[in-house]
């Protein structure tokens, strides 16, 4: 799992790459909270899935997660770029009534 972080504007953006399953879903819920705390200043969280191939109920529950911390520090959460599979697990599941999709 590779994760990077880059700041626009008042966003935080975060690029995800790899598989986001039981296996890598612990490195991504750690490096994904690290850069969050770097960056609390920011006002919108972005994560980016387009370097996201593979992705099953761990990758929702990563999701769920990272939302639950921001919405404790009262910063909106994003989803950006799934490709077509990790799209319809999301809507499926409901993940889109709390996280939107840009």
């Known amino acids: 799992m590779q994760v990077t972080a880059k700041v626009s504007g008042d966003s935080l953006y975060i690029f995800l790459e790899g598989e ?3 296996y890598n ?10 850069a969050i705390d770097a960056h ?3 006002g919108s969280v972005v994560l980016d899935l387009s370097g ?5 109920s761990s990758g929702i529950g990563f999701l769920i ?3 639950k911390k921001l919405k404790n520090l009262r910063t909106p959460l994003y989803v950006s770029s799934p490709d077509l599979a990790a ?5 499926m599941s409901g993940v889109y009534t709390l996280i939107p999709k840009l």
């Not at 996201?52 to 099953?56: A, E, Q, V």
């Open 20 to 22: 986001l399953d039981e």
């Open 25 to 34: 879903a612990r490195e991504a819920r750690s490096l994904v909270d690290a």
């Open 40 to 42: 609390l200043s920011c």
């Open 52 to 56: 996201i191939h593979f992705m099953d």
């Open 65 to 67: 997660g990272r939302y």
């Open 87 to 91: 799209d319809k697990i999301l809507s």
